[in-house]
């Protein structure tokens, strides 16, 4: 704050605002055998094409593509259990944790574009792997917690979470009669804010509640993995599992604004972009655009108004 006196008593008050600086390392995974559905492969380099290193540039992030990860076909990839091509999503994880592995040890801020949710998995093993505790921040219309027990679908993108809990490893709980993946929450103890909390306390509140609850004890790095589908699908329609009654685009920009404020944003997920769930190329365009302005926001991007990183006020 800078307190100023003019000639005539008149006191002015303004706040300088320090703009922060982010080192953004980029990760394309385009990998869609967590899910039945083709397309979801296209969301990192339609996110890019967007003019997502451009814009973060633009902002004053520090920006270095990686490129995407390659996959291996698997062959002969059938079920274990109910587990839909549980090779094939094995191994993509396996070398995704290692390339975020590799970004981290390179002093970035991961920010990972899928492909699926199952995804998670690798990215957050290998963000763990470099920073050890994490917050985790999982943005979506579902829980993605169910276990091989409890899918009904038995695609592994609905299932990453069951599988970074160190809890649900034990055999007793899997043993336990859990129907249902909100039974796997309540077990767990799992803080949870449903669109209803959203409502009836509003986004501010979900927000800042959040963050006392994971930094209640010591203040670790956070992991925001964030599905695009939950944005309502008025906002983002091109993807693979869209729910009506969704987060608006204002709600969905702040949950990134506020987390970046906190300073400790350490790897980001973007996924479930998927052009062939567009009808039209507005709704490719409008979900495509929707991942670019959420990622911005983890950044700083500021709604009231952004000037040049090498902008200086003019001189009278």
Request: proline share 5%.
């Amino acid at each position: 704050m800078v307190i100023m006196k003019s000639s005539g008593g008149l006191q002015l008050a303004f706040r300088i605002y320090k703009r922060s600086h982010h080192s953004v390392g980029i990760i394309g995974a385009p990998f869609s055998k967590g899910q039945p559905r083709d397309g979801v492969e296209k969301g990192p380099d339609l996110i890019r094409a967007a003019g997502l290193v451009e814009k973060l540039k633009a902002q004053g992030c520090a920006v270095r593509d990686y490129g995407n990860v390659t996959f291996e076909e698997v062959a002969n990839d059938e079920p274990i259990g109910n587990v839909k091509r549980p090779r094939a999503v094995g191994s993509a994880n396996q070398r995704l944790s290692a390339a975020v592995h590799a970004v981290k040890n390179d002093g970035h801020t991961c920010v990972m574009l899928g492909g699926d949710h199952s995804l998670a998995i690798g990215s957050i093993q290998g963000h763990a792997a470099a920073k050890k505790d994490l917050s985790v921040v999982w943005v979506d219309a579902h829980a993605d917690i169910n276990t091989p027990l409890t899918s009904p679908t038995g695609n592994i993108h609905g299932q990453p979470m069951s599988y970074l809990i160190h809890e649900l490893q034990s055999k007793e709980n899997l043993k336990k009669d859990i129907s249902h993946s909100s039974h796997i929450l309540k077990l767990l103890g799992i803080k949870v804010y449903s669109m209803t909390e959203v409502d009836r306390l509003g986004i501010a509140k979900v927000m800042e509640e959040t963050c006392d609850y994971i930094f209640s004890k010591v203040k670790k790095p956070i992991h925001l993995s964030y599905d695009i589908d939950a944005l309502d699908p008025s906002i983002s329609p091109a993807t693979g599992t869209p729910v009506v009654g969704g987060l608006t685009y204002r709600e969905g920009i702040y949950i990134t604004e506020h987390i970046s404020q906190t300073g400790l944003l350490s790897a980001v997920d973007m996924v479930e972009v998927n052009p062939k769930r567009g009808r039209t190329d507005d709704e490719i365009s409008s979900t495509v655009n929707a991942a670019v302005d959420l990622i911005r926001g983890c950044f700083g991007k500021l709604r009231e108004g952004n000037h040049p990183a090498d902008y200086k006020m003019p001189l009278p």
